[in-house]
């Protein structure tokens, strides 16, 4: 586990190795056990700094061939490293370390660029060849590793978080970062910024299962689809049996956490006493010759917040040395400001100041830990299922204009006032979410930021559609699917990327904690997509067919109790400790020279929020760090 830099231009660059250099300093959290460069010809600059996991002794980087007319750089791991090497080994290729680095660089030797295919992992990498006079650099086909890229003429800059190229872009290309219209109206539709996006005009991120080709001869840059979670020109084809579906599922999914067990430092799991961190926590237990492992859960005095009931009598029947973190509500609201920031760009999960914190309080006992992320977006975990499918039935008996006129705006009127997100918020979230047609329903249920009528409320002169558009695409290219599945392929493309997968990353890296997630192995991705929605969601249980395969494996019960929440209490923050800090944000005369909100708006839901006559927590907290990072870039 790393963090990557690079620098590639058509004129030579003096201080190349100062800028490299500068750029790993800005990301030292990723990789404390050491740092690595590589300059060529003063044109093309790879950086690196290492997190070691794997083969603690010889698996620094960059890493040669023998010859050393290719190189590489590297950010993650691949979890079938030791049968691709085994592979390679057959065929006659010879390895001078025990890194998974190295078999990436011997794989492209042998294979050429058709070799990443064969990779299960996390990752990002760059890799130059010098007899083919090219670079690639490539990222995995989930997105668990990011990968920021900034091109234009001559010069191309990368790396693993934006303040690396933040770092040296004004030195280097004599301009100014620029704000994106289309990141701001995808922000405030989400609370985040998916890729290929980001909140500047001149960066980019690059998708999940994509490489970048360059010519080193010309500096002519391709981007090319290596892979995707499902390979629409087949035909997929249900699985009709259950009980063959379980047993593929089973072994699967050992499989899975068996490969991301392995490693050269101590490993432990995140244990919440949710279905997909318990059954994880379950298999790694199960392991042959496994010593007692290590877990780890959050206990608060709010109940909203607390983990510990559930995770106490998932550690006791497995068995595991467990360690509750008393999240410290006081202690995280002084870290707001750090957390927030490092994430470069407008970020309002607040579950990633939780994240944060239980990250840097389990790196004091082991440097990996595995997570049950993305087992509600690949097994149909999430209560927005219900809606998509409860919204389709719901048009039918009830005529739009009725809906629109009347039902939507008495479920409105009720207020929502406390910082939770009970039973009054679903329904008012499935009321506002139902639309003319199932697309829009999606649109709507992803949205956690503000709906497209109330951007128009928020935003000066708001009309970019780069929101619409993108669940356009997606919905567009599900087009065979259920609807069921059009909503999770378009959860995975959109919210897993630019949600799940970057808060867990960079709130893990400031800790220089390595999270792997088992549920995200493409093959178990790949597979669920391969079954019926019956096996995923049947009447009102969801991730049925992951339940039943490993019901035996946890206490008797379990699995039906409701899902706890993950975060903080922002909404009572704002209305106390914060209260100052958001009215000093968001004051009329810095508004006015922002030039980006109506600020009648801004003031009336303050208002409403403060005297709790409505509670707009996700609204008013989206707002708020986005004022933060733009005071930090702008001001």
Known sequence: MCGINGIISKNKIIDMNVLIQ?????????????????????????????????????????????????????????????????????????????????????GYEYYGVSFIEKLNGMFAFAIHDQL???????????????????????????????????????????????????????????????????????????????????????????????????????????????????????????????????????????????????????????????????????????????????????????NTSHHSIKLD????????????????????????????????KTKNYVTVALTGDGGDEVFGGYNRYFMTSLSENYRTYVPYICHKHLIKPLFNSFKVQNDNRGRMFKYKKFINGVGLNDKEDISNIISLGFLNNEKKDLLIDYTNTTFSKLIDHHYNSSSTLSQLAKSRFIDINVSLEGDMLVKVDRASMLASLECRSPLLDPRLVNFSFKLPDNFLIKGSQTKYILKETFKNMLPIGLFNLPKSGFGVPVGDWLRNELKFELLDLTKDELLIKQNIFNINYINQIISEHLAKKNDHTFKLWTIFCFQKWWINNFK
């Not at 800005?26 to 070691?52: C, K, Q, S, V, W």
């Open 22 to 106: 500068s750029m790993n300093d800005e990301i030292i959290h990723r990789g404390p056990d050491g740092e690595g460069n590589y300059i060529y010809n003063e044109t093309i600059g790879f950086g690196m700094r290492r997190l070691a996991i794997i083969d603690l002794n010889s698996g620094t980087q960059p890493i040669y061939n023998k010859d050393r007319s290719i190189v590489i750089v590297f950010n993650g791991e691949i979890y079938n490293y030791l049968e691709l090497k085994n592979i390679l080994l057959g065929l006659g290729v010879l390895f001078l370390t025990n890194s998974d680095t190295e078999v990436i660089l011997k």
């Open 132 to 318: 083919n006079n090219k670079i690639i650099i490539a990222r995995d086909q989930i997105g668990e590793k990011p990968l920021y890229y900034y091109n234009h003429n001559d010069t191309f800059i990368f790396g693993s978080e934006l303040k690396s190229i933040k770092k040296i872009f004004n030195k280097l290309t004599n301009k100014q970062l620029t704000l994106s219209r289309n990141g701001l109206d995808l922000y405030f539709s989400l609370t985040f910024i998916p890729a290929p996006y980001t909140i500047y005009n001149e960066i980019s991120k690059l998708l999940p299962g994509h490489y970048i080709e360059i010519s080193t001869i010309d500096n002519n840059l391709n981007i090319r689809k290596y892979a995707s979670i499902i390979n629409f020109k087949d035909p997929i084809e249900n699985i009709k049996d259950f009980n063959y579906a379980k047993k593929k599922l089973f072994t699967l999914l050992n499989d899975s956490v068996e490969k991301r067990m392995i490693s050269d430092v101590p490993i432990g799991s995140f244990l919440s006493g949710g279905v997909d961190s318990s059954i994880i926590t379950a298999i790694m237990a199960n392991q042959k010759n496994q010593s007692k492992i290590e877990t780890f859960s959050v206990i608060s005095d709010n109940k909203h917040f607390d983990e510990s009931e559930r995770s106490f009598a998932v550690s006791k029947h497995l």
């Open 329 to 360: 509500f006081n202690e995280l609201r002084i870290l707001v400001d750090s957390i927030i920031l490092d994430y470069d760009e407008p970020f309002a999960d607040s579950s990633a100041l939780a994240t944060y914190y239980i990250s840097k």
